[in-house]
């Protein structure tokens, strides 16, 4: 029994307020083709489990705290989707959207699907209460093993809940004088001419594109973020407020599952004469500033937040993936990292995964009140392309190249 991380404490309050559907599925596709050995992978799953028992552990109340205790056995099953892709994706889909039993687990569970001939299909979902983005990563290295008969290390145990509070405590003052000045509850966030505001999870919907905003002395998810705020900018948002979820790991916790995630707020209010350039160098300053934080919750800063599933209309997050994916040998074997859970948090969130091919941004928006996502992500796409062929020009050039006649700029 360990104690709970403050984003797992924020996450099972929300779930237990406010209800979130299943914006914190998340799902993960492992594609096999070849002669496999199903008792072999299942055995292979069966040991991931025993090597990361976060997967097997349930938050629970004890002598008045919460605690990771664990919880019923995580199931790893094989089933048939045999009649093509309508029936694979159907399959897949009720995986997907099945629910976990909060207080009893399992929080996670591995169904291998009989796809065809000579073909499966791994699908393995978990609750974010126990997994997060590198999380994914970690799985899927740690299945290939297993399967390949490759002997892995033992896993230092480490009480993450108790070391993150240790980290939080030393940083906390210094983080509430920080965010003191800075921190406004979040108002209206105007996208196409309709005001968003943060709202519960809900159903969503998913589309893609891909991008590669490299500018010398700016990270990939710098240019991304400051584009996004540009583009905000010229929908009518004179200070612009998106949620960045930043990974809180530790070298401690690198080989490990868990969730180790921190959602904070970045601000900024683009000025129109000053240049894409130099608006993302301030813009990568400020979030240098915010990385100091990053494993204080907003929430224990500025304790007067309400429990949120989003705690500003738009958000998003990023991980690096330059890898290949792991080999299961004798197999031909592909993953899909970015799998949708027919939710999303907030009104509009992009989810990124930087890899050697480019960065593959994943749309994922409430219908009910993103008008047109198709376009957004297309301003959002020619933003970029703009943006790193002429980083010195100004915002308001690139604006207009990019809205043309629907962007009105603010009286200077």
Known sequence: MSEVTFTQQGMWVTEQLVGVGTA???????????????????AACAAVVGRHP?????????DGELRLVPGAEVPVRRAS??????????????EILRGF???????????????GPATHLLVFVAHHLVFDGQSKDVLVRDLAAFHNGEPLPPL?????????RDRVAALLQDAREFWKPRWREPGETVVLGRALRS???????????????????????????????VLLKGYGNDRVTTAVDLSTRTPEAADHVGLFVNELPVSSEPSSQESFLSFATALRAGLREVY??????????????RPHAALVPVSVSYRTRRDADPVFTGLDASVEWTVFNHAVRGALHLQCVDGSG????SLRYDSEVVSDAQKVADDLRLLLERATQAPEKPINKILNDTLEKRWVPSPP
């Open 358 to 361: 480019g960065l593959v941004v």
């Open 24 to 42: 914190y599925h998340m799902p993960l596709l492992v594609h096999l083709r070849g002669e496999l050995d199903a008792g072999a992978l299942l």
């Open 101 to 115: 039993d909060l207080e009893t687990g399992p929080l996670a569970r591995f169904t291998l699907f009989e796809t």
């Open 54 to 62: 976060m997967l097997g552990s349930v938050v629970a109340e004890v």
């Open 156 to 164: 230092a145990t480490v009480d993450h809940g108790r070391a993150e």
């Open 292 to 305: 100091r934080f990053r494993q204080v919750p907003l929430a224990r800063a500025m304790p007067r937040i």
């Open 81 to 94: 989707a045999l009649g093509g892709a309508e029936v694979v994706a159907a399959a897949v889909r009720e």
């Open 199 to 229: 709202r519960r999870a809900g159903e969503g919907r998913m589309l893609h594109f891909t991008a590669d905003p490299s500018i010398p002395g700016l990270t990939r998810f710098e240019v991304l973020l400051a584009a996004l705020h």
